[in-house]
């Protein structure tokens, strides 16, 4: 059972400021200049069109007190007619050309923060959960998307709210300087509550990450929670951290909720401010009693977009701190840095540890002044008890960890000059648990070369043990793995796993051996790949199986972090010492010949 963490920041988070947040924006919505030109074109056209309706109405209203005309009448309904039509058109081209605009630039803003993610270190995956970051690859880029959309909205109440300003000015300067006078209030309250909405949006944010970190914890690992009975345990972590979003989206929204009416009622107070200065400039003659009640009309067509705009600011705080949360993945520095990119050509597979100092923290020292030697071609076999230091040495030759002193060398270049990509394309990699991707088992051997066809792919799988192992599979090379590959034995993912390798041919072979046992058919094929492998390649084995150890040309005996003893097998059976004490203890069990202390 998980227990889930509360509203916490992970590490690689930092605050932008608006502006900064404005001009990364900016960046992702300027590749699309031409559109967003059409696109001011129809908003303008949609502000200005609705926006002089009331004007062109009132001034045929006073021609017709002069002088009523049916021709007159008909050019107002006309013209009604026709701003309507066309306020619809343009206001359908706007959205049409908005919603590609919008699905374009969170498409590119996705893109870009899934490369960000899956080119980060294997140490970022170990300090943040998946669930987290996947949150901020699709949750907060959605809410992104929507607030992009409330922003186009806003833009056609700021071309109104600046057209509404002028037909006032033209009504009555004195009561417009007095409605201006008015509106800084809204907007510093609409300040007030833009801080309050950032805290409770980030709040927010954070705890929908947490339901997604327990969601997909939850249903990674199904099977161990079955295999437990532990349903009702992890539903009722879920349910604590689905009730902390809930009371944090209830804040949120009882934030959000209360800008409009709040500014609503100040807008209220503001129109009955100048009700009684109209109504005192009536009486003194400087606004006519027609003037002031056309005015008295049209205030609240102005106050409806300045509050939507206030508003609209509270909500758009959401869409920031989404973007933050995005960037923050984006722009989060790798650990382990590359001083260089040199190409790799075809590696002879040189190891040398010089003096290597290592540590996952401050307080967890791994190794310090580790050296270590391996020869093109060699095959070496690690092992030790827990904690000895066997997986940190794999980790730093594939580069997932960074090493804080010292060198690593791999045919005599320093492992931190090396074009990344092309490196570790000739490491073969097999983890203890083989990760096998949902398809064909032919699909994952061909994971590592994509150009190999089908007869490529089933000639290199006949290499091993003439490829009676795939009379196993249902479907032979089509068989579905299932995901993780759940619908084969370890066995099988073994066997599927060290294929791939075989068809990668890598310079380099890492093997972190399984610890499960599996049947002597399985075990022989298995081995018989690992000779396959062994013959053409350096190769570095966490080894838990007998047949492992006595296979390579080295033993390598580490204790916490440094190598107590190396050798052959028999070397290190005759010496007497700590792999003796190991064979005994892991290993002894394994030979055919071997019997148990009371049988003896």
């Known amino acids: 059972m998980s227990v889930f963490s509360g509203l916490d920041t992970e590490a690689y988070d930092r ?48 021609a017709l007190e002069g002088q009523p005309s049916t021709w007159l009448i008909g050019g107002l309904v006309g013209f009604l007619a026709a701003s309507g039509v066309g306020i619809w058109l343009a206001n359908w081209m706007w959205r049409r050309l908005m919603a590609r605009l919008i699905g374009d630039v969170v498409s590119q803003l996705r893109r870009d923060a899934f490369s960000a993610a899956i080119h980060h270190d294997l140490a970022f995956f170990d300090e943040f959960e998946s669930g987290r970051t996947i949150s901020r690859i699709t949750s907060d880029t959605q809410e992104f ?112 909720s209360n800008v409009f009416p709040v500014l ?23 606004v006519t009693i027609g003037a002031w009640y056309l005015f008295m009309q049209s205030v609240d067509r102005f106050w409806f977009p300045v509050i939507n705009l206030s508003s609209f600011w509270s909500q758009f705080q ?36 010089e003096r290597v100092k290592f540590r996952y923290s401050k307080q967890e020292q791994v190794l310090d002044d580790f050296s270590l030697r391996i020869k093109p071609g060699e095959s070496v076999a690690l092992v030790g008890h827990t904690g000895a230091g066997k997986s940190s040495l794999v980790k730093l030759i594939t580069r997932f960890y960074e090493f804080q002193g010292g060198q690593i060398c791999v045919d005599g270049q320093d492992i931190r000059t090396l074009d990344l990509t092309s490196y570790r394309r000739q490491l073969g990699l097999v983890s203890q648990a083989p990760f096998l991707f949902s398809g064909a088992v032919a699909d994952n051997i061909r994971y590592a070369r994509p150009e190999l066809t089908d007869a490529e792919i089933e000639a290199v799988a006949r290499r091993i043990g003439r490829g009676e192992w795939l009379e196993t ?78 296979s390579v040309d080295r033993i390598l005996v580490l204790q916490k972090g440094r190598i107590i003893e190396q050798g052959s097998h028999q070397e290190l059976l005759r010496q007497g010492g700590h792999y003796a004490e190991l064979y005994n203890a892991y290993f002894r069990h394994q030979s055919p010949d071997y019997k148990p202390a009371a049988e003896s």
């Open 473 to 550: 599979l249902p479907e032979g090379l089509q068989t579905n793995v299932g995901e993780r590959g759940a619908r084969l034995s370890m066995g099988q993912r073994q066997l599927v796993a060290l294929t791939r390798v075989l068809a990668q041919q890598p310079s380099i072979f890492i093997l972190d051996e399984a610890t499960a046992s599996v049947d002597p058919f399985t075990e022989f094929q298995i081995q018989e790949a690992m000779d396959l492998i062994l013959k053409s390649t350096t190769s570095i084995l966490i080894a838990h199986r007998l047949s492992t150890v006595r």
């Open 15 to 62: 605050t932008y400021t608006d502006r900064e947040l404005f001009r990364r924006i900016a960046g992702y919505f300027g590749r699309y200049r031409r559109r967003l030109a059409l696109i001011t074109v129809f908003v303008s056209i949609v502000s200005l069109a609705g926006a002089a309706q009331p004007l062109i109405i009132s001034r045929g209203v006073e």
């Open 264 to 286: 609503s009622v100040l807008s209220s107070f503001g129109t009955a401010a100048l009700l009684y200065w109209g109504g005192i400039s009536v009486g003194t003659g400087l």
């Open 145 to 256: 998307a929507q607030v992009v959309q409330l922003t186009s909205d806003l833009v056609t109440q700021v071309l109104l709210v600046l057209v509404l300003l002028v037909f006032l000015l033209n009504i009555s300067w004195q009561l417009t300087l007095i409605l201006l006078a008015l509106t800084p209030f809204i907007g510093l309250l609409t300040m007030g509550f833009r801080q309050a909405a950032r805290f409770v949006t980030r709040k927010g944010f954070r705890v929908l990450a947490d339901v997604n970190a327990a969601i997909q914890e939850t249903v990674t690992g199904i099977g161990i929670a079955k295999n437990f009975r532990q349903e009702a345990a992890i539903y009722h972590s879920f349910s604590q951290v689905n009730q902390q979003s809930y009371q944090v989206n209830l804040r949120r929204g009882f934030v959000l």
């Open 318 to 353: 959401s869409g920031l701190s989404a973007s933050e949360r995005v960037f923050a993945l984006i722009d989060a520095q790798p650990v382990v840095r590359q001083t260089g990119s040199q190409p790799v050509n075809r590696l002879r597979g040189e190891i040398e540890f």
